[in-house]
Structure formats: structure tokens, C-alpha cells
């Protein structure tokens, strides 16, 4: 029988950990206060990664802590006090781009150590010297097949973790420094300000023609489940710290899903890539995991806007001794729209026409952006439900 | 005393090597699109790269000399680099020029003799990372051209690598393994193309197609010659020279220009100057100095918010602000109504205060609270949704 992946997701902040677990994820992976790649995520503090780390053994998941930024000279010196936080914390590993920084982790903690992407692994013999040099895991590039895989983690006798679906750099990752010299902004150190999706011009026999050269699409691997399951790689990885509650919550459930049927039929293939396109994306390929990406297969090279079949409203927070759901509401919506609710269980169904109410108990037809708003329903729900809208 | 740098340049033709010898370069690195990256020279298979590398030795043979070999590493590719490495056993280069590490093995299986010279292009240097280099075994290093003077000044301390900077030319920015140009009509493999960032207007970018993928060049090229004094104060190796694709004439420019201040104890101010305005008049594009005094994006390095966030505990967040009423927070460690708090808003503001009318969502006064429920406390003026309420860490 194929072993099933591990399947990896983003933690954005504290609440995403939580929402990550519940639908399905086996490990989730989050930024610290420093040494990420996501200065602009609602990174963890040093207590939240201690309840993130108590919350993942209570239910038997793992907690991930990434230090994948470039740490350059002046701040090695800051690295080691805090290694020594994750090492209390006990997280479960530390994914790390930086061969020093590697270094520096084998030297201060007893912490397993993961290869970032951003190291751009992509042959058996880089994995090899990663490992000999600490690390258990190899998150591979994005350019790497799933034969390549599969032959990276069966040849160098390394973990092999890799992305299965997010968004792309349309670089190897860590071979990038755009927004450095454009913005001034650190592409490999949280910066990022991804000029690579700009329009750019070319003139061709005197014409002028704009194009995306470089809009990589978003990675979708669901229908190759079956093929990585029979290759025996380790783990999977979803990307996304920066967004939303419902993309986390959406694409979790539909990994988890498909990992844990033993045969993945067509049918249930196409329903979970609607599902997925249904949530926000800039078009999808399967990148490289089958062949070499190009721009025919990969580049969304004449843009119009992002897709998406619905819109993240909110998430069930909590539940009264009255009966009554409380919800945050992210987005506006009106009353009398319809609504749905996505469970953890990967089910989807409508919600019943509820009266919506303030925590004032007024009745509200135009609820607001960042607003609580309570309601009955006849459906069980349960916290960390998300409310999403049709388009 | 600080060794004279050696000048380099790229040769990829048999033409190239007597004009960049005349001109004062003392390293040949030998170029070819099979095995290196970005290469703009034809693809010619090892027993060509051999031919050349034999041909500059018999032409000069004391000179130092290398080959490229800085492919991003696919499985596909070992056969072929074996293969290459096997042909340039009887009379090997100095060194082999590589960035995947995996490549380092078969570098000291094949080729033990050859000084592994590792090319952190776009990547990253700080001491413990040179030092692990050092100790799989790299012998030189060529710098990245993000790093600045001072951290420079520092890392060429160590003596027993061979320090290598690149000095002049184009400045990769960008490697995807994805063949991007054929996206735009007519361009085809090994094309050079010049195009405007539409969103920053009057930047224009210089991309490269090759069967290794597209790589994009900075808006300016490298230029040093401002620099000399400091340049020449550094334990370099090798000054690099990077002018593939752009031809004999303007390479025997670059090289005779820093050849010529390599010369000279104290260039001249008036001296680097018409150097440098040679060196722009033939330049299709501008020529800076990108990061060689300073590189400010460390400034943007630490995340404000967080390390902010750092000194407090958190004990939950704003989600709902009714003005003048109240503000439902969502509670994510207990908290006291006597306790003294702060909000930290989403714009960095600090909002102290104690003693909090605390109540539950259906207005029952509370003394405490609970995790992972929802609790009202009385409007505060300032307060935004995404606010934090935390209380100063112990």
C-alpha cells in the first residue's frame, strides 16, 4: 500500500494554526518574530509558539518554525537567544535557507532541521551535502518533477518535502533579487514586493507588445495525489501564510481529502478542483511536478485579474448557551444573500436563511466588514466553520 | 600586504583570447552554454570546452584559467558534467566555477586537482555560511554583488579562501528554470531582449533565454571604477569581469580600464572619472554601483510589528468596533477586568489603560475572562479592528 504524505500547511497567525489543524493538516508551519520570509504575516510571539507547540502534541500534529530569510552578517549574532526560544518551545523542526544559519541551529538547539526551498534543491547530490551537513528534510525546488522527487529522497536518503499547491515564484526560489534592486526591498529576506507580476513591454518589428512575462500561475497538484503516493514522497506542502482564513481552510480540507481516499477516482478529482479554483488563484498549473513548467503551461501572460467562484465572509467563533453563533465577518454582505458553510470535514452546505443579529441584538441587513454578528441555524456548526459567498 | 587581483573575463571564443591577453586580463574563464548558466555563447559539447581550454594554455600557459560549470543541477545533467569533467582530466583548468552544491562532489571525484570555486550569484554570504562552504571544500568564492563594503572588508579577512568579486557588467536579478520569452511572439531560444517594467516607468530590463531557462539583468550594470581606492583595499583574488554577450571591442574597453587602476597606487579622481564616462559611453545601459557602498533593504529587515508585539503577552484582538459603545474582543489568554492592558493598534499606536469594563457578549458583567471566547469592553477612542490587547510581558 502507498504511504500517505504528510500533508504541510501554512500557519499565518495563531488562529490559522488552529484553523489549519482542524481541517486536516498533519503539521503546520509558521514565522517567528524574526529570520522568516513573511514580514508582513501576523508571525508568532514567542508564547503563541509555545501554545502552537502544545496544541500540535495534544492532538498529534507538528509545528514547523521557518528561519528560510537570508540572515546576513550583522544579525548572526541575535540568532543564537533565539534558537534558544524555539529550542524551549520544543517546535518540531526549523526549515532553514541559509547554510550558516544551519549551522548556528545544529550548534544551539536539538531541534530537527529542514532545507527551505529557497535553497533551491534540485538533484540528490545537493541533498546529500544538506544532509551531511544537519538537515532531515529537503523542501525541494519547485522546478523538481515528482520523478525527480522521488529519486532525491530514494538516492541522498532524505526526507523529501514539496509544494503541492500556492502560489509560484517564477524563479528558483532564492535565486531572486528583483525587489531589491527595483524597491530597495529584500526579495529573500520578507520583502518581497513581486515586481516579477508586472506588466513588462517588448518591441517586436516595431510594434509594441505588454505582456506578463513572469505571472507565474498558481501550483494545483491535486490530480497527481495518486502518482506522489505511489512515488512514497514524504510531505506536502501548501503555500499561503498571508492568506485568507478560507483559502487555508478550503485547500487543507480538499488535501486531506483526497490523501485519504485510496483510490482517487476522476469524478472526485474534478470536484476538488473546482473546489480549489473556486477560492481566489491567478489560474493553475501543476508546475513542474510533471514536466519542465514553460509559459504556455505556467505564465498567466495576459492578465485580467484574479479568478475566483466565491468570497471569504467570515469564521464561527463561538457558540452561547442560547443557541446563538457568533461570527467575525471579514467581508460585507447583505441578508438576504446566500450564504454557505465550509466544515472542517471538507462538507459544504447552505445556510438556512438565518436572522442575522448585532451582539446588540439588532437585526442587521447590511452586515459589515470587521464586525461580530450572531445567529441560530438549524445546521451543527462548529467553531472555526468559515461562512463563504457564491459569485 | 594585499595581493594584486587577478582581472577576469569570460572567453567562450578562440578570437577572445589574444585581444583580452593584450588587454591586460590575467584569468580566463572558458564559457559555454552546455554547462553554464547564463552563458550567451553557442552550446558546444566537452570535447570543444577542452579545445579552448587547451588553446589558451598553449597560447599562455602560466595564466590562470577556468570553466563554468554553474548550472542549477537536474538529474538529467550528471551524465553530460562527468562527461565534460572526463575530458578535461588529462589537462585541467585552475578551477571549476560552480553554485549547486551538489555539483561539489563530482568536482573532487573527477577533478581533485581544480580549485572548486563557488559563485554565490543572487545568493547569500555571512561568516558561518562562507565557513560551511569552506568546509565542503570550496577553495574560492566570488561574492555576491549584494553585499557591502564593510561586510566585505570583513569577510576578505580570512585568507585561505580566494576571494572573487565581480566588478563590472550585468547583474543577474532573476533565474527562472521557465523558458518565459517564447510567451512573447517571435523570440525563440538564446534571445537577448531589452523591455520596460510598465508599473516603473523608464527601467529597462535585459532578458536572456537559453535551454537553461530566462534570466533577467538589473536595470543598470556594475560598475567599480568610482571605487577604486576602496576596491583596491580589499583581499580580492580576482576582480570579474562580466561582459558576456557584448563583444571583443567593448571587453578589451572594461579590461584596460580596470587593468589601468590596477595599475596605479592612487588613481586620480579626474582619472576615474573619464574612465568611467568611457565606460558609460559604450554602455548600452546605466552603470552604478548597486549595493557596493551600502545596501539599505537591511533596514526593512525586522518586522516592526512583531518585534514590537515581543515585549508584550497577548491576550486577545479587537474584531469589532462600535463606536462609542463598545469593542468585542476575541480572548486569546484570560485576562483580569483589573488588569492593567494595552491596546497596540494596527498602525503601531500604544493605548494604555486599567480597569476595564469587561462584559460578556449578552452584557453580564465580568471579572475575568476565558480563552477562546468572545468578551465586550467599553469603546476606546483609537482603537481599530486588528488591534491586539496584550499586557506587558513578566
Known sequence: MNKKPELVAPGGNFEKVKIAYRYGADAVYVGGLAFGLRKSAQNLSPAQLQKAVDLANEEGRKLYVVLNGYTHQDELAELPAYLDVLEKCQVHALIISDLGTLSLAQKYTTRPLHTSTQASVSNWKAAEQWKKCGAKRVVVARECSITECKDIQEKAGIEVETFIHGAMCVSYSGKCTISNYSSGRDSNRGGCIQSCRHPFSFSENGQEELVHLMNAKDLMGVSLIPEIKAAGLHSLKIEGRMKSNLYLANTVAVYRDALDQDILQTQSISTYEKQLSNISNRGFSSGSLEKRADSKNSISANWNGYSKGCLFIGTIKHQDSEGYYYADIKSPFNANEQIELLHPQNKIESLDSPEFLSISNTPVEKIAQNSVIKFKSTKVISPYTLLQKPL | ?394
Open chain 2, 1 to 394: 600586504m594585499i595581493k594584486t587581483p587577478r582581472i577576469a573575463v569570460h572567453v567562450t571564443h578562440i578570437d577572445e583570447i589574444d585581444p583580452y591577453l593584450n588587454a591586460g586580463a590575467t584569468h580566463l574563464i572558458i564559457d559555454n552554454s552546455y554547462f553554464s548558466n547564463r552563458s550567451m555563447a553557442p552550446s558546444h559539447p566537452p570535447r570543444e570546452v577542452k579545445g579552448l581550454l587547451d588553446h589558451v594554455k598553449s597560447i599562455a600557459p602560466t595564466i590562470t584559467t577556468s570553466v563554468t560549470c554553474d548550472v542549477i543541477l537536474h538529474h538529467h545533467m550528471i551524465p553530460e558534467i562527468i562527461d565534460l569533467f572526463e575530458h578535461l582530466k588529462e589537462s585541467p583548468p585552475t578551477a571549476i566555477r560552480y553554485q549547486d552544491l551538489g555539483l561539489l562532489p563530482l568536482i573532487h571525484e573527477h577533478l581533485p586537482e581544480c580549485t572548486p570555486t563557488f559563485i554565490s550569484e543572487t545568493g547569500n554570504s555571512n561568516n558561518e555560511s562562507l565557513d560551511v562552504l569552506e568546509h565542503l571544500g570550496a577553495k574560492s568564492i566570488q561574492l555576491n554583488n549584494e553585499i557591502p563594503y564593510s561586510q566585505l572588508k570583513n569577510i576578505t579577512q580570512n585568507p585561505k579562501i580566494n576571494w572573487q568579486l565581480q566588478v563590472h557588467g550585468h547583474i543577474l536579478i532573476q533565474h527562472s528554470h521557465r523558458k518565459l520569452l517564447s510567451s512573447v511572439s517571435g523570440k525563440k531560444d538564446r534571445h537577448f531582449t531589452r523591455s520596460e517594467d510598465q508599473d516603473f516607468k523608464g527601467r529597462y530590463y535585459h532578458f536572456f533565454e537559453s535551454h537553461h531557462g530566462c534570466f533577467m539583468f538589473g536595470h543598470f550594470d556594475r560598475c567599480l571604477i568610482s571605487e577604486a581606492k576602496k576596491l583596491r583595499r580589499l583581499a580580492l583574488s580576482d576582480w570579474i569581469i562580466d561582459g558576456r554577450g557584448l563583444g571583443i571591442e567593448h571587453n578589451v574597453t572594461v579590461i584596460n580600464a580596470y587593468q589601468s587602476i590596477l595599475g596605479e597606487e592612487e588613481p586620480s579622481k579626474e582619472k576615474l572619472e573619464n574612465t568611467f564616462s568611457i565606460l558609460q559611453d559604450q554602455s548600452r545601459t546605466p552603470l552604478k554601483i548597486g549595493f557596493f557602498n551600502t545596501n539599505k533593504t537591511d533596514v526593512d529587515w525586522r518586522d516592526q510589528k512583531t518585534t514590537q508585539l515581543s515585549k508584550y503577552t497577548i491576550k486577545g484582538a479587537c474584531i469589532d468596533i462600535q463606536k462609542n459603545s463598545h469593542i468585542v474582543v476575541e480572548v486569546e489568554e484570560d485576562f483580569d477586568a483589573n488588569d492593567t492592558l494595552i491596546i497596540l493598534t494596527p498602525e503601531n499606536k500604544e493605548l494604555s489603560f486599567h480597569k476595564l469594563k469587561l462584559s460578556s457578549l449578552n452584557n453580564k458583567s465580568l471579572k475575568t475572562t476565558q480563552n477562546e471566547t468572545l468578551v465586550k469592553i467599553a469603546w476606546i477612542k483609537g482603537v481599530t479592528a486588528g488591534s491586539k490587547l496584550v499586557k506587558k510581558s513578566n
